[in-house]
């Protein structure tokens, strides 16, 4: 065993320890009851840093801060950037929790806690890589600049503009991500294309206030029949999305891409079991895999109007809200979705009723060269830690950092993620195999090694 594994080995269970000691701080970027929680998970990342020596800094935006950290330069040798997020989703439903979201629990080998897998513990695995290599060699085969940040699961407000102001500091050969997950147990993957997003939340005011259903029902638009009506119009029985113009950019999967989806080895009855449906639907001619990864789709994520108490009300409420979101496939523009969207819905609206639709953030999709000799590189160090070489998959979720590092930097995207399909990913219960953590950590030290042999740019 060389002397980087017998050292993951080693601190295996300190490397736990302070995993943990991560997950117990709540911070929960949506929620500003948390400002501090966030300054402290900022501080422990920052910490992890500064103790390796690194040039570290928190950097304050106009939101949650930037942890920037950078190792001693090694001449010559090139330079990856590695990206995460130390931010997590909120807990709720918090009833549904076996052990409560931030104290962290050890059951069936995984931790238990919100933010394991997204991103703490994956974040985590590219900090414990180089520790291993400063500890073994005393120093690092290769330049490593960290951008940890705290607003991801917010839509990223303030990255896209840091990176545009130092473009300088950030140069590198290419990008490193862990924050997703593998095929399946034991399957590990690279992702060659994530998609992207666009989330908006539509308001519609009707009457000044909420009515009896049985005195006004019927000339008085109800603006919950309103808000669904003009939701259920966005998609057709087809699974196809009736935004004007909502297909046009979109790349066609290749009869090349289709055959080597359908040749991976994807149970769908194992899946509905896993997520506890008895059927599936979405858009008709493409596989689950398909739908998932490389099909744009149209999803609502909440809906509040009227009453929502015990038992009957009959009341026509004043204002219903939906917020709902596209995912996008790389080409798709959500700027230009915006505009179509904005212009279907207003004219959808009906008699009676104002309109309000909030853009709240949007990304696009983003596909990545996957013969490069980053993705050889990377495919070589998952396979020493995993015994196994990686399929090579798309990601249905979104990273909107990814498109920005594509277009500002100019580099591609190593997404390596090393969660699981169940790890319950902004669910309750969510989890991280800590068999997982610690092939991430060795699979991590692995890539700095073969990138290590690669020219600089
Ligand atoms: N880690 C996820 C992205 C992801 C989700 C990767 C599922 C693999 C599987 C990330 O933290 C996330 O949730 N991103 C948001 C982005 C949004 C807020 C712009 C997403 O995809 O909803
Ligand atoms: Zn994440």
């Not at 943990?20 to 920052?46: G, K, N, Q």
């Amino acid at each position: 065993m060389c002397g980087i594994d017998q050292y993951l080995e080693e601190q295996s269970k300190r490397f736990e320890t302070e995993f943990c000691e991560l997950l117990r701080i709540p911070s929960v970027s949506a929620d500003p009851a948390c400002r501090e929680d966030i300054r402290r998970a900022a501080d422990w990342v920052a910490d992890q840093f500064r103790r390796m020596d690194f040039a570290t800094e928190i950097i304050p935006t106009a939101g949650h801060p930037l942890v920037y950290a950078e190792s001693t330069p090694v001449e010559g040798a090139p330079t990856v950037l590695v990206y995460g997020h130390y931010d997590v989703q909120p807990p709720d439903p918090l009833d549904e929790w076996i052990s409560p979201p931030f104290e962290p629990t050890r059951r069936d080998g995984s931790i238990f806690a919100r933010g394991a897998t997204d991103d703490k513990g994956q974040m985590l695995t590219h900090l414990k890589s180089a520790e291993a290599h400063l500890a073994v060699n005393g120093r690092l085969p290769l330049n490593l600049k960290y951008l940890i940040e705290g607003e991801e699961e917010v839509g990223s407000r303030n990255l896209e503009r840091f990176i545009a102001e130092n473009t300088g500091r950030l140069a590198c050969d290419c990008v490193v991500i862990s924050d997703g997950s593998q095929f399946a147990p034991g399957r590990p993957a690279i992702d060659y294309g994530i998609r992207g997003i666009a989330y908006y939340e539509l308001r519609l005011v009707g009457p000044k206030r909420d009515l009896h259903s049985g005195s006004f029902g019927g000339p008085v638009t109800n603006p919950a029949n309103a808000l669904a009506r003009m939701l259920a119009a966005l998609v057709d029985r087809q699974g196809k999305i009736q935004v004007p113009g909502f297909y046009d950019d979109v790349i066609p999967l290749s009869d090349s891409e289709r055959q080597r989806i359908a040749a991976l080895p994807f149970d769908e009855a194992k899946f509905m079991e896993q997520i506890g449906v008895t059927g599936l639907s979405g858009e008709s001619g493409y596989s689950a895999l398909e739908q998932r990864w490389a099909r744009p789709t149209c999803d609502i994520s909440g809906l509040a109007s009227g009453y929502q108490g015990e038992g009957a009300k009959t009341v026509l409420p004043a204002t219903a809200t939906g917020k709902f979101s596209f995912r996008l496939v790389p080409n798709q523009d959500p700027k230009e979705i915006t505009q179509a969207l904005r212009s279907m819905l207003v004219e959808l609206c009906p008699p009676g009723i104002t309109m309000e639709l909030i853009d709240l953030h949007g990304s696009p999709g983003v596909l990545i060269p996957p013969d490069s000799p980053y993705m050889r590189a990377a495919a070589r160090a998952i396979e020493h830690a995993f015994g196994c070489p990686p399929v090579f998959t798309r990601e249905g979720g979104s990273i909107p950092v990814v498109v920005t590092f594509h277009e500002t930097l100019r580099v591609d995207t190593l997404l390596l993620g090393w969660g699981q399909d169940d790890d319950n990913t902004h669910s309750p219960n969510e989890k991280f195999s800590l068999a997982d953590f610690h092939r991430g950590i060795k699979a991590s030290a692995r890539l700095w090694t073969e990138l290590s042999d690669m020219k600089s740019k």
